[in-house]
């Protein structure tokens, strides 16, 4: 019956050295646990004496900028709508002008065509009632003429 106590002896033995290297590893990751809870205590106060107060300054920013905001975008929708409505007003008076401008154009090739007409007419007139007469007179002098010289031959 020796065996069976050296057996249970050694089984003690290994167990207690399994439980003492237990009892170390669970000591160590208990601090190493508390050493890295004290890190993260100690990040975690950098972050609040740093991180809130650039919150605070970033939402203070944004509370004074918001209403800015608005009235530039209130002005910007204002000015876009007057520039819409002059550019309009633009448009009307452009195409009005150019209307106006064609009329124009229209009425003065009109007067153009009218006195070309006009002096084409008179210069016709002008011709026949120039030409014909001078033609008549011409034949009166031309007959006078030839008398004359005919009266001329026969004086010597």
């Known amino acids: 019956m020796q065996t069976p106590q050296i057996v249970f002896i050694i089984f003690t033995a290994v167990t207690s050295v399994g439980v003492l290297i237990q009892a170390g590893v669970l000591l160590g990751m208990y601090f190493a646990v508390r050493k890295t809870t004290g890190e993260l205590g100690e990040l ?21 900028i918001s209403p800015k905001i608005k009235v530039a975008t209130s002005n910007l929708v204002e000015a876009s709508s007057v520039l819409r409505s002059q550019a309009e007003h633009i448009d009307k008076t452009v195409n009005h002008v150019t209307d106006v401008a064609q009329a124009q154009v229209a009425r003065v090739d009109e007067m153009a065509t009218a006195v070309l007409d006009g002096l084409t007419q008179a210069t016709a007139a002008v011709q026949h009632g120039i030409a ?22 026969k004086q010597p």
């Open 44 to 64: 975690s106060e950098q972050l609040k004496r740093h991180l809130v107060p650039t919150l605070a300054t970033a939402r203070d920013l944004v509370e004074d």
């Open 132 to 153: 014909t007469p001078l033609k008549q007179v011409s034949g009166v002098l031309n007959g006078v003429r030839a008398g004359l010289d005919a009266f001329r031959r």
